[in-house]
Structures are given as structure tokens and as C-alpha cells.
């Protein structure tokens, strides 16, 4: 059953979740969310297991077309989302009804939303995973990106488990920018490179170039000296990995990189800071800095924990009753419009 019609697909749209977990041994590539923070917390505002799948939306949002009364929210950049022309919130629960239309504006922030849908997208999951590989035409909608005149349908149950709305905390919500400090752990090729060149490497401003997507960011800037060169024999690549080739200008390797790879890597981008790389965009400015791995750890369990609580915040607030059907309506009242929700319960 057709849940949603895609009008327009934007610049570019795919299905993603958080990725093939413990296939980079057989050189398949983990693919999932760019910002798996922002996955999770649509998923959350849903109701969704938090790394269930989502749409992920690149700078030029697509228009859909809804077929059924949905729950979705979206998070992430700031695309300007609109139903029937009206700006809705980000990071908060919206109830949609059949015939409504999603669309975006003007990009104020970031560089990637997602959409959530509650119950999931209903697509085939390949070696664990609904997340889209495009250059291996794997896994999400046929391998490929969404284009207009899809249709997709939600899977599991599209009514709520608890009454009302959920909003993120804004304190919890991020704070996108065109500069960003990534905060890194040196290693494990860093001893390949000169003092000189681990000093400019930390000390350098560097510009996101156009040559990004989803595999990997080619940053422009001070060039980073080697002792002999910048070939290795090939090891593994982890998503935040910074590779310096012989050019000497560093490469962050991103979801869809590459699982092995024959350049020196200098450092690599923590956990809790790779959600503010994934929103970067061509142009705007990166530098890094040194912490340890004792506060990388300390910063993402910190993260993990206020995910937890308000996830159990939600529970607690949340009756728990299951809702069949929602609709809104939108009433007048002395030339003021509200939209009102009516949810029918079993």
C-alpha cells in the first residue's frame, strides 16, 4: 500500500538507517546516516527503534505527496519544511493527513534533514540494512536514490503508542554552523608526518572544497608534510579517518567510504563530532583539535545518556494507549488559524 507519493526528490534523497554493521571484511561498505544523531532523533519523535530507517535530504528538499494519515518528524538542517505551504517545527511530532504535501524552502542551516515516518519505511533490508549504497546500487528504494514518481509505504503500525506531541529539549538540539572545530584523536599513522607538518595540521584553518559527498570531504588549505611519503600498505578506514595523500591536503572520510586504504591517516574525528561534519556544506571552514580518548569516550557516553533520559522522559509522560486513528483539523478563531489534533483511541 502506498503510504506517500514523491512529487519532486530534491537534489538528492535516499533511504537510510544506521548502516551494514560487519560486512567492511568482505569490502562492503557501512553506508547509514551521515548525521546518525539527527536519525535517531526523528526516529525517537516517532515512536521508531532510533536507528530504524529515514529519509535523508540533501540541501534541495524533495515534495511529497501523503496517501495516509501519518506521524513524521523531521530533524537535522534547516530546509525550511513546509506542509501545504505552511513552515512546520523541526524536532517535533507532526500529525499528517491523507492529501497533505511536504515541501522546503530556503536552506537556513546544515546541509542534511531527515524524515522520519513512524512504523519505518516498508523496503527490503539487504545484509541487515535498509541504508542505500549507491555506487553499489545496494539496499533502500532499488539500490538507487529517490526520484520522483515513487511511491513509498510505511511498515509496522502507523498510530501512536502514546497521546500528544513529542518535542526535542532545544538545549539538546544542535547547533549547526559554517565553521566548526572537530575535535580529534591523533594516530594511527601520525608518525608519519613531520613536527612542521602535525603543527599545521592543527594549527591550519581548512575550507570544505566542492569535491564532497557522502564517501569522503577533500579539504583545501595548508598542505601537511610528510617524512616519506604518503603511501602505506592498506588498512581500515573509519567513518572520521583524515587521510593526507601526497598533495598534502587532508581528506575526511565520511558514511560511504571506502573500507580499506593506502594513504597515511594523521588522525581521526570523534564520535559525538561527526553529526556537525555530516551538516558541513562547500565552503564552509574546519580546523581540529587534540583530546584524548579517555574525554572522546567520556563525551559520547555523556551524549548517550541524555538520549536515554529523554527517551524515558517521553515513556513517562506518554499514556500508554494505543492510538487507531489521527487527524487534524485546522479551525478559525477571529481570523487566527489553529491546527488541532484528534486522535481516536482502541
Same mark, same amino acid.
Given at each position: 500500500?502506498?503510504? #506517500? ?9 535516499? =533511504? ?20 546518525? !544523531? ?20 540533501? !540541501? ?22 513546509? $506542509? ?11 500529525? %499528517?493527513?491523507?492529501?497533505? %504535501?511536504?515541501? +522546503? ?9 531527515? !524524515? ?11 545484509? /541487515? ?10 539496499? /533502500? ?10 511511491? #513509498? ?10 497521546? /500528544? ?21 591523533? /594516530? ?19 575550507? #570544505? ?60 574525528? $570523534? ?5 556537525? #561534519?555530516?551538516? !558541513? ?6 580546523? +581540529? ?20 533520559? =529523554? ?9 500508554? =494507549? ?7 483539523? %485546522? ?10 489534533? =484528534?486522535?481516536?483511541?482502541?
Amino acid at each position: 500500500m502506498c503510504s #506517500l507519493k514523491v512529487n519532486n526528490p530534491g537534489l538528492l534523497t535516499t =533511504i537510510q538507517d544506521f548502516g551494514r554493521i560487519g560486512y567492511g571484511k568482505y569490502g562492503i561498505p557501512r553506508a547509514g546516516a551521515m548525521d546518525e !544523531l539527527s536519525l535517531q532523533l526523528a526516529n525517537i519523535l516517532v515512536g521508531n527503534d532510533r536507528y530504524e530507517a529515514a529519509l535523508e535530504i540533501t !540541501l534541495i528538499g524533495p515534495e511529497i505527496e501523503f496517501y495516509d494519515n501519518l506521524i513524521i518528524a523531521i530533524t537535522g538542517g534547516n530546509i525550511t519544511p513546509k $506542509i501545504n505551504g505552511k513552515v512546520i517545527d523541526m524536532y517535533s511530532t507532526i500529525y %499528517v493527513n491523507r492529501g497533505d %504535501v511536504l515541501s +522546503f524552502g530556503n536552506r537556513v542551516d546544515g546541509c542534511r534533514a531527515y !524524515l522520519a515516518l513512524s512504523g519505518g519505511f516498508k523496503v527490503e533490508e539487504v545484509m /541487515g540494512s535498509k541504508s542505500s549504497y549507491l555506487r553499489g546500487s545496494i539496499g /533502500g528504494y532499488k539500490g538507487r536514490r529517490i526520484m520522483a514518481g515513487d511511491s #513509498l509505504a510505511a511498515s509496522g503500525d502507523k498510530g501512536y503508542k502514546y497521546i /500528544g506531541v513529542r518535542r526535542i529539549p532545544k538545549d539538546f538540539i544542535p547547533k549547526l554552523s559554517n565553521k566548526y572545530t572537530a575535535r580529534v584523536i591523533m /594516530g594511527p599513522e601520525d608518525d608519519r608526518f613531520t613536527d612542521d607538518g602535525i603543527k599545521t595540521f592543527l594549527n591550519s584553518q581548512y575550507i #570544505l572544497s566542492n569535491q564532497y559527498d557522502r564517501m569522503g570531504y577533500r579539504l583545501n588549505g595548508a598542505k601537511i608534510q610528510h617524512i616519506n611519503g604518503a603511501d602505506i600498505l592498506s588498512g581500515g578506514i573509519t567513518f572520521g579517518a583524515i587521510q593526507v595523500p601526497g598533495h598534502g591536503e587532508p581528506i575526511i572520510m565520511m558514511a560511504d567510504r571506502q573500507t580499506t586504504g593506502g594513504y597515511t591517516k594523521i588522525a581521526n574525528v $570523534i564520535s559525538v563530532d561527526l553529526p556537525y #561534519l555530516a551538516q !558541513l556544506k562547500a565552503g564552509d571552514k574546519v580546523n +581540529f583539535k587534540v583530546v584524548t580518548v579517555d574525554k572522546a569516550q567520556r563525551l559520547i557516553r555523556q551524549r548517550e545518556e541524555r538520549i536515554i533520559e =529523554i527517551v524515558k522522559g517521553f515513556e513517562e509522560d506518554g499514556l500508554k =494507549i494505543s492510538v487507531k486513528k489521527s487527524r487534524n483539523f %485546522v479551525i478559525a478563531v477571529n481570523d487566527k488559524k489553529f491546527i488541532v489534533g =484528534i486522535q481516536e483511541l482502541e
